[in-house]
Structure formats: structure tokens, C-alpha cells
């Protein structure tokens, strides 16, 4: 039976005792509004580790003042089922009072924070790097399951988690998309039947990108014609589009061999992201 636990010293006690069994304990970190995207990082965690905890938290300080937290999709019994027949162990669904009451501690990764969504939305990294070694402290797992999709968090997780000598191991896992290419998001509900028809222009522009570099044919023509095609987008805004090579999420040099390209583009009102990998060399 999955076991739903919202109080984090009940998590801390229950998941001490299953490590003293000997058993290695797997989590993905999620908002909830499940989809086959989170569900992969389950599978995953599921079968390498055993037990597998998931929370489901919104995470209000990682949301702008502008931005969608009132509107978020909340949708828990709905999740609890699917990640039941996923067979996951532990959900760790805490109030926000037990996470943030009188904080007054923020963990701030520099440099690989400050372009990308870092730029676009200022205090954004610090909302997630702060829940996410909260999370890490209180479930205390081996490995950390988190998603290409939102790269640059990825890569923050896993500066944060050096730098601090956190003893788990993060483990990135590929982007799940649609049929038609589209990044799968929770967000991609807010799309209208229009909107989201021009939606796959993002993921088949990005790949138009990546076979141009992969064709040798330059950065600034490939990232050109990327902007040229998202353009394209009806009711569209594109917010940045970037090729940086993919360890330092800096602008490629010489020794560049593995780069990726990322996009963050308004649909009507709704944001969305993706990137690709490419390989140069
Ligand atoms: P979120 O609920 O949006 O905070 O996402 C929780 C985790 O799921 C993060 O590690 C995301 O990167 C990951 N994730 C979200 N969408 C996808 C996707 N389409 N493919 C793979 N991982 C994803």
C-alpha cells in the first residue's frame, strides 16, 4: 500500500528505518499534475531502487509574482492513483507550513543561474535550489531523480549538491514528449485548441537547429534560423533562444563538443520550454 505522509519528521523516521533494512531509496521531486513525463523518473527510480518516494508540493517561492502559483494545477487524488499502480512506495505531500514556516535560509547557486529562465525570472533558481536541498534533507535518498526538461535546474541541483557534499546522486533522465514533439508540461494545459496545434513548432524548430550545427553549418546561422521558424508561431513571443555548451551553460568555445540548444517561447499567455542536445564533434 503507497503510503501518503505529510509531516517531514514522519518521512525522516520512516525512510531512517528502511535504510537500516539495507534498502536504497530512489525520489523524484515533482509539483504534481502527473504526467507520462514525471511517471518516466518514477519508472526509473522504481526500478533501480527499493523504495521510491515522490512529493508533490507547489512550490510557492519558486513562482514569480506574476507568474501561475494561484492558477497551478492541482490534481492529488488523481495523482495518488497513478502513482499507486506505479508502484511507488512513499508520497511525501507536505503543507507549506511545515516547509517554510519563519524561513529565513535561501540556497543560491551563481553563475549557471543567472542566463536562461534565470535571467527571464529573477529569484526563480533560489526558490528551487532552497526546496529542493529542503527535500533532499528530509527524505534523505541515494538517488535523486529530475528531468532534461527543466535542464538548467538540473544542472543547479547538481552544482548545489556538489558544492554542499550532499550524499546522493542525481540522476538526469530524457525529456518525454507527445507524439508530435511537444515537450510534455503541465503546463501545456493552459494552451486553447490553437494554441496548442502551433505548440510541436518549438521541439521540430529546435531540431531544425540541431542539424544545421550538426551539418557544421555555424552557430549564429543555426540559432538564426531557430528564431526565424519560431517566429512563425501564431499569438507566439519568444522569450530566449540559446545554444551554450551543455557542462557550463556557457557560450561554446573550441573545446566545445557537446552543446545544447533551449527555447522558452509565450504562447498566448502560456510560457513553455524545451532544448536539444547536439553533439559536434
Ligand atoms: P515539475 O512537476 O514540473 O516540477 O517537474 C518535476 C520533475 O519532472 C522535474 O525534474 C522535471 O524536469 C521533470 N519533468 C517534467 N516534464 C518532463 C518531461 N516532459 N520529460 C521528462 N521529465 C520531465
Do not use: W
Amino acid at each position: 500500500m503507497i503510503k501518503i505522509i505529510k509531516k517531514p519528521s514522519y518521512l525522516r523516521t520512516l525512510i531512517d528505518s528502511e535504510r537500516c533494512k539495507g534498502r536504497t531509496v530512489g525520489f523524484v521531486p515533482t509539483m504534481g499534475n502527473l504526467h507520462d513525463g514525471h511517471m518516466s523518473l518514477i519508472e526509473r527510480s522504481v526500478k533501480q531502487c527499493d523504495i521510491t518516494a515522490v512529493s508533490i508540493f507547489v512550490n510557492p517561492i519558486q513562482f514569480g509574482a506574476n507568474e501561475d502559483l494561484s492558477a497551478y494545477p492541482r490534481t492529488f487524488s488523481n495523482d495518488r492513483k497513478k502513482l499507486a499502480e506505479a508502484r511507488c512506495d512513499i508520497v511525501f505531500y507536505p503543507r507549506i507550513n511545515d516547509m517554510y514556516k519563519n524561513r529565513m535560509t535561501t540556497v543560491h547557486v551563481s553563475d549557471i543561474t543567472e542566463g536562461l529562465c534565470g535571467a527571464s525570472r529573477p529569484g526563480h533558481f533560489d526558490g528551487v535550489t532552497t526546496v529542493v536541498a529542503k527535500l533532499l534533507h528530509i527524505v534523505n535518498p541515494h538517488y535523486a531523480f529530475f528531468g532534461e526538461k527543466d535542464y538548467q535546474q538540473l544542472m543547479a541541483v547538481k552544482k548545489m549538491v556538489f558544492d554542499l557534499n550532499m550524499p546522493v546522486n542525481i540522476v538526469g533522465c530524457p525529456i518525454v514528449r507527445e507524439q508530435d514533439g511537444l515537450a510534455m508540461s503541465s503546463r501545456n494545459a493552459y494552451l486553447s485548441h490553437a494554441e496548442r496545434a502551433q505548440a510541436p513548432l518549438i521541439y521540430r524548430s529546435l531540431k531544425k537547429g540541431s542539424e544545421l550545427l550538426m551539418q557544421g553549418k555555424g552557430i549564429s546561422l543555426a540559432k538564426r534560423r531557430i528564431v526565424e521558424n519560431l517566429r512563425g508561431i501564431d499569438n507566439g513571443h519568444i522569450d530566449y533562444v540559446e545554444i551554450l555548451d551543455q557542462e557550463t551553460l556557457k557560450k561554446p568555445d573550441t573545446n566545445s563538443v557537446k552543446l545544447r540548444i533551449f527555447a522558452a517561447v509565450f504562447i498566448g499567455r502560456t510560457r513553455l520550454i524545451d532544448n536539444i542536445g547536439v553533439r559536434i564533434k
